[in-house]
């Protein structure tokens, strides 16, 4: 366990001071060998995910040891760790390897290898923590990282206002994990996870003398948890900093939004999932959050054009599912999610890059156009990875998306009243929908676009991509096609079981009630998926020739048979509808809405702004350079100077030294007396 771990942080000092004499080949045989060596040692603990008896436990002694406060170093490999530990350790070793053919030309590669491998050292501490404190090492290393990577190209402005920006939004989180924790300390003076387990069925019922006493601690609790959540998983409020994050190299993002960061969010929900048992308040606002970001992130990415930004806002979409899931006590099922989510996004990323780098850096997707015919592996790749997050039949997202949808089905009922369970359940329906329309979206701009002239030169330019790339990006798809019907025995009602004792949490499994939902419930993701690959590939193939047949009807006089007439006329009509609605007000304040990503970003410019501007003003102005500096050291120092200025105009008068003696006698002796009646005052009190 030890050396599975801590191999990552070898990496990583190895890199660090001894990268430059390796050289670059040097670099390239030790990552590989390290990354390999990491995930043979993984399967090591496959028996702990078969097994959901099975636990390991590492203590490296003591750490903090202050009165009632005893952490030691504390790593646990449970049912859990184990799956989040070989899935990482899977995606990380895909990307380094990745990494070793799309960043060789970089002149700083050999630091770029070693940030990956410290991001995957912090993510292991993270999945592997036996307490809290440390799991929030774990949780701000996996953010310093992001910072730097984010910012590896440190001459583009724009990366280093992307890294910051993550950096203060997670900032937000941490603070709220951290006053969660402070009041967990004051309740049970411990914080690992084993106590803590133990005593949440008293949580309930214990209370504390002190002003929050008439609320309910668990509800303010899991509120704080929470808001760390919906920061560092990019929840709807707080997730702008995502898709900004898209300014470093395409590596970092499919690890950041791939497995890792992200993903800690729902991680830490689930790992606690004893203490937000307690508060059903919080778990129905958690699946509101997750309702609205699945819905509101994939209506921002139908309508962008960056490539990297519509993967990063589907990637805030399903991680709405996960949370939803986790809202609904279904944590093994938006595990699941996690699990297959990992891959094919990883999937899409990496592709996304290969696309990229294979168009000399273009990300503009009306600008990459037959891909197919450039490089078909590419175009497979992309392929898979689109219909594998849309949910198709027996592909990785299908055998968890639908569960999810259908556990919503069942359990939104009896958290909700009968309205707000109905617009939930619209909410996560269409974002499946949605998904499906980007998706196709993606496909279409991408390999059955018409390229334009101006664009020749991109098109031109194209390349393919080494081979090493390609046997990455074919391990992920493999992985994106077949996770979710091998992984499905994993994740099924005995091992859920199994899993849920594993965690102290004790929730009615679904898959007994799932049996007999009706089947109209049961297809409606499956037919809205397939509905609108239907429509995407009718649109492809038959209207765009009937369009293309019969436009010269559109813009002349009808001329021809009577068949003719009519479908000229049928289009025209369609075609005249359609503009009119497409342009009526609402319609493009909607679009605009979803372009600008329903103006976060200027809310927050607004909010800080004003936040400045008053700051400025009020605070620094008329408080710190006005009040503080009269009555405090400055403004008395300068009273004393003009008071000393006065006195010395008057008496600046020559043979006046007897003068300054006589005032200066009498000052001492005031002084005296003073400190006379003091001490008679005090003796007297005695």
């Known amino acids: 366990m030890f050396v599975t771990i801590f191999l990552p942080l070898l990496n990583f000092l190895g890199l660090a001071f001894f990268g430059r004499f390796l050289g670059k080949i040097g670099v390239l045989y030790w990552t590989f060998l390290n990354t390999l060596l990491t995930i043979l040692f993984n399967l090591c603990f496959f028996a702990v995910i078969l097994k959901y008896n099975t636990c390991y436990y590492l203590n490296l002694g003591a750490w903090i040891d202050v009165n009632f406060l005893f952490i030691s170093w504390d790593f646990v490999i449970d049912p859990l760790s184990g799956i989040m530990l070989s899935m990482v350790s899977v995606i ?22 070693s940030f990956l491998s410290l991001f995957t050292f912090f993510m292991f501490l ?45 900032r937000l989180g941490d603070i709220a ?29 214990m209370s504390n003398t002190n002003i929050f006493q008439e609320y309910y601690w668990e509800d303010f609790i ?95 979409s399903q991680l709405g599912y996960m949370l939803f899931a986790a809202g609904l006590s279904q944590y093994g099922i938006s595990l699941f999610h996690l699990v297959n989510h990992a891959f094919f996004k990883a999937l899409l990323f990496l592709t996304a890059g290969a696309i990229i780098h294979s168009f000399s850096n273009e990300q503009d997707i009306r600008k990459l156009s037959f891909i197919y015919k450039r490089s078909p592996f590419l175009f497979t790749s992309l392929f898979i990875g689109n219909i594998a997050i849309m949910g198709l039949p027996f592909l ?54 018409q390229r334009q002239i101006s664009f020749s030169t991109v098109s031109l330019s194209f390349f393919e991509q080494p081979v090493f790339i390609k046997i990455v990006l074919s391990i992920l798809m493999v992985f994106s096609i077949f996770s979710g019907y091998f992984l499905s025995d994993f994740f099924s009602e005995s091992n859920l079981h199994g899993l849920q004792v594993s ?5 009615n499994s679904l898959f007994f009630e799932l049996e007999f939902l009706n089947a109209f419930q049961k297809l409606i993701p499956i037919c809205i998926n397939i509905f609108i690959v239907g429509l995407f590939l009718l649109f492809l193939f038959l209207v765009r020739k009937i369009m293309f047949q019969y436009s010269f009807l559109l813009v002349s006089l009808p001329i021809g048979n009577f068949l003719n007439l009519r479908v000229g006329s049928l289009l025209e009509y369609l075609s005249i509808g359609f503009y009119f609605y497409y342009n009526t007000p609402f319609i493009q304040f909607f679009i605009k809405m979803c372009v600008n990503n329903f103006y976060y970003n ?33 403004g008395a120092s300068s009273q004393y100077q003009k008071l000393s200025s006065i006195v010395i105009r008057w008496y600046k008068q020559p043979f006046r030294v007897h003068l300054f003696s006589l005032y200066l006698i009498i000052m001492v002796y005031f002084y005296l007396f003073e400190m006379f009646l003091i001490y008679l005052f005090l003796k007297k009190g005695e």
């Open 126 to 170: 993270l999945v592997t923590s036996g307490n809290f404190v440390q799991l929030f090492v774990g949780w701000e290393g996996v953010g310093i990282c992001s910072y730097l990577i984010i910012n590896f190209w440190t001459t583009r402005v724009q990366a280093g206002k992307a890294a910051i920006k993550a950096v203060l939004m997670n």
């Open 92 to 113: 990380s070793a895909l990307v380094h390897w990745y990494s070793i053919d799309y960043m060789k030309s970089d002149p700083h590669f050999i630091r770029f290898m």
């Open 602 to 634: 200027e809310f927050y410019n607004f909010i800080s702004s004003f936040v400045f501007y008053y700051g400025y003003t009020a605070v620094f102005l008329t408080f710190d350079k006005g009040v503080l500096e009269y009555i405090g050291p400055l």
């Open 503 to 507: 965690l102290s949490v004790w929730t």
């Open 222 to 316: 899991c509120f704080f948890l929470l808001i760390g959540v919906v920061a560092k998983s990019a929840q709807v409020g707080l997730h702008t900093w995502l898709p900004a994050a898209m300014e470093g190299p395409t590596p970092v993002s499919a690890l950041i939004h791939a497995a890792t960061m992200v993903t800690a969010g729902i991680f830490i929900v689930i790992r606690t999932a004893f203490i937000f048992e307690l508060s059903e308040t919080v778990l129905g606002l958690a699946v509101c959050f997750g309702a609205i970001t699945a819905f509101i992130s994939a209506l921002s990415a139908c309508f962008l054009y960056d490539i990297k930004r519509i993967i990063a806002y589907s990637t805030c």
């Open 177 to 205: 994990l951290l006053i969660a924790l402070s009041v967990l300390y004051d309740f049970f003076y411990a914080l690992d996870f084993d106590t803590l387990a133990i005593l949440s069925p008293w949580f309930a019922t």
């Open 396 to 449: 990785a997202g299908f055998y968890s998306k639908d569960l999810i949808l259908e556990a919503g089905a069942l359990r939104l009922s009896q958290l909700f009243s009968e309205d707000v369970s109905s617009i939930l359940l619209v909410l996560i329906s269409l974002a499946t929908c949605i998904t499906a329309v980007y998706s196709c979206r993606i496909v279409y701009y991408t390999v059955f676009k």
